[in-house]
């Protein structure tokens, strides 16, 4: 049987040497190299020892997967579901990967939402509900809804509720199209990651993303990449109860300008935020 150290180095060294994937980070390569061996050895990451001898099916398993990685499918696909915040979520090829990086805009939003009695938060292009359910499950008392313009998504998305047990209601519809009206001027937190990739920018992501992530969660069409959040930002006012906060998730470099729109469209307290672990991306909020 083969050790785990010398299938964890195999891994590594194939994973660094794949032009479809992205290495920002610097050890992004042992990371997922160690948790697709515990997910084929079928043990915690933590229980890992690199003097282990991984059984032969194990092992081929796990080749099999670090195959399929290194041409660039994400490992929430190869495994079949994504962490985030400490729940399970179901991840499924057509709906947008969850990532760590967006843990920042659901504890904006929890930590908003806890403060209010009987509060109403939305989540505007759930994908498969990892917002959402993450704030269901942190909070209660809160009504949550989630909308998406993709069916397949909701569908996702309600099989996670199933399944962690968490009460949220998910409807297909293009951003607040899908709400009911008698939430206009209810709702106490609105929260929103779109697709802000300009149009013209696909080509240059890399494999990991652009062959696996469906064309509409990575971009509105708009030059910009901004067209969403500039109808969010501009239709807002009218579903937020006084007080209510708008948070979107933007990439750094489009901070700036999208807090300029959403300041233009009436809201207050307009500003970009930065935290969690991964500071990779920005929250800027603003209230009505």
Do not use: C
Request: glycine share 8%; proline share 5%.
């Amino acid at each position: 049987m083969a050790k785990a150290k010398d299938l964890l180095a195999w891994a590594v060294k194939t994973l660094k040497a794949s032009p479809a994937l992205d290495h920002w980070q610097s050890d992004r390569e042992e990371i997922e190299s160690e948790e697709l061996l515990a997910f084929a050895m079928e043990v915690e990451v933590d229980d890992l020892d690199p003097g282990d001898e991984v059984p032969a099916r194990a092992a081929r398993r796990f080749q099999a997967m670090v195959a399929r990685r290194a041409k660039g499918e994400p490992v929430q696909f190869i495994e079949g579901y994504a962490e985030f915040r400490g729940i399970q979520l179901i991840a499924k090829p057509g709906v947008f990967v969850p990532r760590d990086s967006t843990e920042f805009l659901a504890e904006q939003a929890v930590r908003r939402l806890r403060r209010r009695r009987r509060a109403i938060a939305v989540d505007l292009a759930t994908g498969g509900g990892t917002v959402a359910l993450a704030v269901a499950n942190e909070t209660r008392g809160v009504k949550v809804i989630g909308t998406d313009l993709s069916a397949r998504a909701i569908r996702v998305a309600r099989q996670n509720a199933a399944r962690l047990g968490l009460r949220a209601t998910f409807v297909t519809g293009d951003l607040f199209g899908g709400l009911p009206r008698d939430l206009r001027g209810k709702v106490d937190v609105i929260t929103l990651h779109p697709p802000y990739v300009g149009r013209r920018e696909l080509r240059e992501l890399p494999d990991e993303i652009r062959r696996f992530e469906p064309a509409h969660t990575l971009t509105d069409n708009s030059v910009d990449g901004l067209g969403l959040v500039d109808r969010a930002a501009a239709e807002a006012g009218e579903w937020l109860k006084p007080g209510g906060w708008l948070l979107i998730e933007v990439s750094p470099d489009r901070a700036t300008a999208a807090t300029t729109v959403i300041r233009r469209h009436g809201l207050r307290d307009v500003r970009s935020t930065a935290g969690g672990e991964f500071k990779v991306t920005r929250v800027v909020v603003g209230r009505r």
